[in-house]
């Protein structure tokens, strides 16, 4: 399959990416060879299989409901902000 | 590997580390030096041995981790810009359990950024250069780990292994390296690539040395839900008569000296008297395109949070909420961790989900069946890790296909979660080292490990 | 609501009262905590973290479907829902999109209506943004408290019943204790769908869908703003715009939020840091027997003793149901010896049953006029009287030992920290409550007041048929007994004394 710029222009949205013209070019192009060599899995029949998502054994793994002390503190984490005020992550306005 | 004792101090053996790494600069292994750090916790080792008080296995042991584990020493980049600057509060399990028993980073090493990558190329920090000859790729996306061990830097090294990046730059630099058991070891801590197939991993000069570091952090983890209460140090070893080698991997795309270095440990085997079963597994065709869909889906969901918001890298051109996202993502990411990302959020994307991402699963469950026959009718499959020896710097990192083609041996594991042990098997004659790569059913590491030493 | 009809579905989320967060071990209850002080390295989303399931969400979640009568699915697992916003720190909320915990079932209006319930799913809450003047604050407090998403079947059809299944639903959630149900801090929000159709329509109308009411008025303003909207829009021949709006109780108006065209593609992808969840039969049944008594089953018990409108206001408080379930109890079963005056002359089960709809309609009276009426009630639902002390309230009055006036004084005092303690008789006793109902002491009053010349005229004046003077009468014997007599008895009395 080809990808146009618009196909291009969605991911780079779904991908929150600014990307320049040509960056946006140069990736179309080798996004364009990526897809062209994943979707040979057209061929394989697949019919009435069973997908697997994890490749692990066990299920039901959950824990008991107790609150425990963290490994990093509120200001361990804050601290690695851009900037906070108040205690909290200072962003620019969200309209 | 050389443990701290009365005699041999730890201080002495960091220092050695330490040295030598300085000496190896030019192949840019190391992303930071924790020169301080090690030097300070030698002595405290070196103070327990003098007042004789109890030691752990790897006391004073030099060690070097991929710098997509997490640690508050030095800052953890994943070989990334938009990670840079993050001094992380947590520390990783498998740090936390390796230096409980002694062990002492002495530095983060190189990688491909978020271990995207099967050359270290795509590094924020500039490519590693091959133990064998410095004009070509470490491997990767663990090149710098590989090159540590095989310059004889450290004692050992950890990596992580999605679809290779361990086994693959053992085999080019000629040293062991495994992939445990999908769930061995917890990946609490450690930058996540892919969750389905992400492994960590060691990198060591002898089975023994991977042994040992095996019974020391294989288990199960409260933070990681994903791992299996610990089979390891109890799983016994299944003796081994029957190897398995793979038809569909004996073609054109194979070079001459992965083949000749397969068919001289065929020969060896037989000597020894094992029986070498021939396996048809056609499915395994399309385990690379399968690998290609189903991690960049996992990668472009894992990505999302590197957003500029909480932490490491925010763009200054900022001038709206939006901005934050688009320009922080666009400057901190490489252009392969946006070919990935891209990738995935195509096939999850509403119209290509079943054609793509779901038929993938399915397709994946095929691969592990033939697996599963494989093993009906041997105990372990031998077969080159890659198709290729360490090639030139720069050959494939234009031509993003020609360089996924490089896992076409290594992902399928990865897509089944079997484990995958790099054996050296020589250099060829054009003085490259070669690698082997031993497979093996789920929870089986302990027995390959031992049948690497039964072949070492 | 004429010449179109209506259909409405709604999406409610309700926050679950676990004590940790879905995904890490920390506080799950930020109110009146400060901002980012219940915020594990999980929920801030660092490198290398991956969610730690709460086991109790679970169990949570299978009273919570029990209580709708769903059926609970023994095989689910999550899945990531993808978008880019500051309050969402993975950039995917983990949640349940292609296999729910919790299947399909449904909630009994009052009115007997059946909503159908399409399914229910776990999911991690988001985080809270505060705006200021050129920038915002992101608190992550709220990141992953447990959610269960409850998703109806488009059966309701009218701003009323939207307004009934929101509360019915929160009823049952209240009464299934999963929920703190505290609407004000957003415990419960809405998502309401709503649809315009020409009667008798085959096809439904476009819908738009109204987000985040958090209240059952609101919710019911909303439909009926909604309704006019699309009449007026449908009236001039022209399309209903799919999109989502946002509800403003200070205008009473929806206004457009985000449009069809602009919708987000989530990018479902199962999620593969958790295992899958496979219940036993077993398990599901274990957690399913937990479930508390559900209002429908208060509503059936109480139906035939309590006025249905006050039993309607009653079921919003879950301790006086329980206290009328209590209450209940004390007549059946064998009770003859635990002192109360209820006791002391042995009954047949009929006129036990009586005595007790007497008493329940009494207490239940109390309960809606006088309590609900008080200043104070909120904080006096969490402490209410014994089930005896209101019990033999009610028998006191019954036996008319007490007006109904001060029978009321009596119930507060109940309440009254110092009070409480005390049995109702005692208090009634201190405050001079208790009536007089000693037939001799009474005749003995009344002849002093018929022998008291200043009564003669009206003694005559009512033997001459002047009804309304033995009020005069009565006023004497009251005055003369201080308040203590019972009036209904004096006037027996007297108008006995007056015949002959």
Redesign the interface.
């Known amino acids: 399959m080809d990808t146009t710029d618009k196909?291009?222009e969605?991911?780079?949205k779904?991908?929150?990416?600014?990307?320049s013209e040509k960056?946006s070019k140069?990736?179309g192009k080798?996004?364009e060879?990526?897809?062209n060599?994943?979707?040979?899995?057209?061929e394989?029949d697949?019919k009435d299989?069973?997908?697997?998502?994890?490749?692990?054994?066990?299920?039901?793994?959950?824990?008991?409901?107790?609150?425990?002390p963290?490994?990093?503190?509120?200001e361990?984490?804050?601290a690695?902000?851009?900037e906070q005020?108040?205690?909290?992550?200072?962003?620019?306005?969200?309209? | 590997m050389k443990i701290a004792n009365k005699t041999v101090t730890a201080t002495q053996l960091v220092k050695d580390a330490l040295e030598k790494a300085k000496h190896f600069e030019e192949y840019n292994i190391f992303t930071f030096l924790n020169e301080e750090g090690a030097l300070r916790k030698a002595a405290e080792i070196d103070a327990k041995i003098a007042k004789g008080e109890k030691v752990g296995k790897l006391a004073g042991v030099p060690y070097a981790f991929k710098d997509n584990f997490l640690s508050p020493e030095g800052p953890t980049t994943a070989s990334s810009k938009i990670l840079s600057p993050l001094v992380s509060p947590i520390t990783a399990t498998a740090i936390k359990k390796l230096e409980a028993e002694g062990a002492i980073m002495i530095g983060r090493t190189n990688m491909d950024s978020f271990a995207h990558g099967s050359s270290t190329e795509n590094s924020y920090f500039g490519p590693t250069l091959n133990s064998a000859d410095k004009t070509r790729v470490a491997g990767g996306s663990s090149g710098g780990s590989a090159v540590a061990v095989a310059l004889d830097i450290v004692e050992f090294a950890t990596g992580t292994d999605t679809g290779g990046s361990i086994r693959q730059p053992a085999s080019f630099n000629g040293i062991y390296g495994l992939k445990p058991t999908y769930g061995t070891i917890s990946r609490y801590g450690v930058v996540a690539m892919a969750s389905s197939t992400d492994c960590i991993g060691f990198f060591t000069k002898t089975p023994d040395d991977m042994d040992l570091l095996m019974s020391i952090t294989a288990g199960q983890d409260a933070n990681d839900l994903t791992t299996l209460p610990d089979y390891y140090e109890t799983s016994e070893i299944k003796e081994v008569k029957k190897v398995g080698i793979i038809k569909e991997f004996d073609n054109d795309s194979v070079s001459s000296e992965l083949k000749s270095a397969l068919n001289k440990k065929v020969d060896q085997l037989k000597k020894q008297g094992y029986e070498i079963v021939e396996l048809s597994m056609p499915a395994l065709k399309y385990a690379l395109a399968v690998y290609y869909i189903i991690v960049p889906a996992e990668i472009a969901s894992n990505l999302s949070r590197y957003d500029g918001i909480r932490y490491g890298y925010r763009s200054d051109n900022i001038t709206d909420l939006e901005s934050i996202y688009t320009s922080s993502r666009n400057e901190g990411f490489m252009d392969e961790n946006k070919r990935r990302i891209m990738i995935g959020n195509f096939v999850l994307s509403s119209g290509f989900y079943d054609a793509y991402y779901l038929k993938a699963q399915k397709a994946r469950t095929l691969i592990i069946k033939e697996y599963e026959e494989a093993f009906k009718k041997c105990d372990v499959i031998l077969t080159p890790v890659a198709p290729n020896q360490a090639f030139k710097l720069g050959e494939k990192i234009n031509d993003p296909v020609s360089m996924y083609l490089e896992d076409v041996m290594s992902v399928p594991i990865n897509l089944a979660g079997l484990p995958g042990l790099t054996i050296p098997a020589g250099t060829g004659e054009n003085g490259l080292p070669t690698g082997l790569q031993l497979i093996g059913p789920r929870r089986s590491d302990k027995t390959l490990i031992n049948f690497a030493k039964e072949l070492a | 609501m004429s010449k179109y009809e209506i259909t409405i579905g709604i999406e409610c989320h309700v926050q679950l009262s676990t004590k940790t967060k879905l995904f890490s071990e920390v506080d799950n209850d930020a109110r009146g905590k400060e901002p980012n002080s219940c915020v594990s390295p999980v929920d801030y989303a660092l490198p290398g973290m991956l969610p730690r399931l709460n086991g109790e969400a679970i169990k949570f979640a299978i009273r919570a479907g029990k209580a709708m009568n769903c059926e609970i699915n023994k095989h689910s697992r999550f899945d990531r829902k993808h978008y880019f916003y500051p309050d969402s720190p993975k950039g995917y909320q983990i949640t349940q999109f292609y296999h729910p915990i919790i299947g399909a079932g449904y909630i009994e209006l009052p009115d007997g209506t059946k909503v159908r319930i399409e399914h229910a799913h776990l999911e991690g809450d988001a985080g809270k943004l505060s705006h200021f003047g050129n920038y915002s604050l992101v608190d992550l407090n709220r990141v992953d408290t447990p959610l269960i998403e409850i998703v109806s079947m488009p059966d309701i059809h009218s701003a009323k019943q939207a307004h009934d299944y929101c509360k019915e639903l929160w009823r049952a959630m209240v009464y299934a204790e999963v929920t703190n149900g505290d609407l004000y801090n957003g415990n419960m929000r809405f998502d309401v769908n709503i649809s315009l159709a020409k009667e008798g329509a085959k096809e439904l109308g476009t819908r738009a869908e109204i987000k985040n009411l958090n209240s059952f008025r609101s919710v019911e303003h909303a439909v009926e703003y909604e309704y006019e909207r699309q009449a007026k829009i449908l009236d001039k021949g022209e399309k209903v715009v799919q999109e989502t709006r946002g509800w403003s109780d200070a205008t009473g108006k929806t206004t457009p939020q985000r449009s069809k065209e602009e919708a987000q593609d989530y990018r479902y992808m199962p999620e593969p840091d958790l295992p899958p969840i496979n219940l036993s039969q077993e398990f599901i049944d274990k957690e399913a027997a937990k479930l508390p008594t559900t209002p429908k089953a208060y509503r059936e018990k109480f139906s035939g003793t309590i006025a249905s409108d006050t039993l309607e206001i009653l079921l919003d408080y879950k301790p006086l149901m329980e206290k009328l379930e209590e209450i209940t109890n004390l007549f059946s079963g064998d009770i003859r010896d635990n002192g109360s005056e209820l006791s002391k002359e042995p009954r047949n089960d009929g006129s036990d049953a009586a005595a007790r709809e007497k008493t329940i309609g009494k207490i239940s009276n109390w309960f809606a006029s006088v309590l609900l009426a008080e200043e104070k009630s909120a904080e006096y639902l969490n402490d209410l009287p014994s089930a005896k002390q209101l019990a033999n309230l009610a028998e006191m009055t019954e036996k008319k030992e007490l007006s109904s006036t001060g029978a009321k004084e009596v119930f507060l005092r109940l309440f009254d920290p110092q009070m409480k303690i005390k049995e109702a008789k005692e208090i009634a006793k201190e405050l001079n409550l208790l009536q007089e109902n000693n037939l001799d002491a009474l005749e003995k009053i009344v002849d002093e007041i018929l022998a008291d010349p200043a009564t003669k005229k009206a003694q005559e004046d009512f033997k001459a048929g002047q009804e309304k003077v033995i009020g005069f009468l009565v006023g004497q014997v009251m005055k003369a007994s201080k308040g203590k007599a019972n009036p209904s008895v004096a006037q027996e009395i007297l108008r006995q004394k007056l015949k002959n």
């Open positions: 196909q291009i969605h991911l780079a779904l991908s929150d990416f600014s990307l960056d140069s990736l080798d996004l060879s990526i897809i060599y994943i979707s040979q899995l057209d394989l697949t299989v069973e997908p697997t998502y994890q490749v692990f054994e066990m299920e039901n793994v959950w824990r008991d409901d107790e609150i425990i963290q490994e990093a503190s509120r361990d984490l804050l690695l902000t851009k005020e108040d205690n909290q992550i200072k962003i620019p306005k969200v309209l």
